[in-house]
């Protein structure tokens, strides 16, 4: 973008508006340029699945220096699990940041709701900067906010599905109402659903398998950087008004 438009998440600022995952990559060198090629700054990881005596664990191919880690708690069914994960994110990541995922059913990954409220109060309360993974209620949303997290992070589907948005009403009321950053989180599968996100007015989107399971991931990670501009832009701009009829392109053109 040639405009200054930060995405500003707990008071830290960044360039991009691509949130990238670390899962499902047939390498870590794929892994690596796919990064490199979504221009993200921010790279999330699943703290649960490290193995930090492995010499090649992908925690090895990512530059720190670079990327702004987010540990997250995926894996975790229980809010004693996701507590357990994210206070060892924090003793052997030294970030008070995480990705909060408390899931639900380990067939559709859904949220479970009532666990990521309350364990989203106590790492608040421990001070962790929560960044919640939730279904697209709105009221939901407000509770999150209300409760301190840094974000709130609804999905569009099924995470891992690829679907894109299967109903734009719950975001759409999440991102009017939002005083924080809303970043739309799983189930995308193309650069148009990044940017059908970023044209509603999420802050954001991430995800992982989109990139990771496609046939070149590379091509797609620059494909969902190009999607996200496009989204932000497109909002920023303004969409024209939708009309029922059709109307001439130019004022006073035609033939008499």
Known sequence: MT????????GKEFSSRLLIGTGKYENNEIMQKAHEASGAEIV?????RIK???PNDLFKHIDFSRYTLLP???GAYTVEDALRIARLARMACGTN???LEVLGDPVTLLPDVGGTLEAAKILINEGFTVLPYTNDDPIVARKLEELGCATVMPLASYIGSGHGFLDFSGIKIIVERAKIPVVVDAGLGGPS???Q??????SAVLLNTAIAKSKD?????EGFKLGVQAGRLAYLAGRMEKKIYGSVSSVGAGLK
């Open 217 to 221: 991931p590379v091509k797609m990670a």
């Open 3 to 10: 405009i200054h438009d930060p995405l500003i998440i707990a």
């Open 72 to 74: 997250n708690t995926a």
């Open 44 to 48: 999330t990881v699943a703290i649960g």
């Open 97 to 99: 940041w995480i990705k």
């Open 193 to 195: 659903d990044a940017a």
């Open 52 to 54: 930090f005596d492995d």
């Open 197 to 202: 996100a970023l044209e509603l007015g999420a």
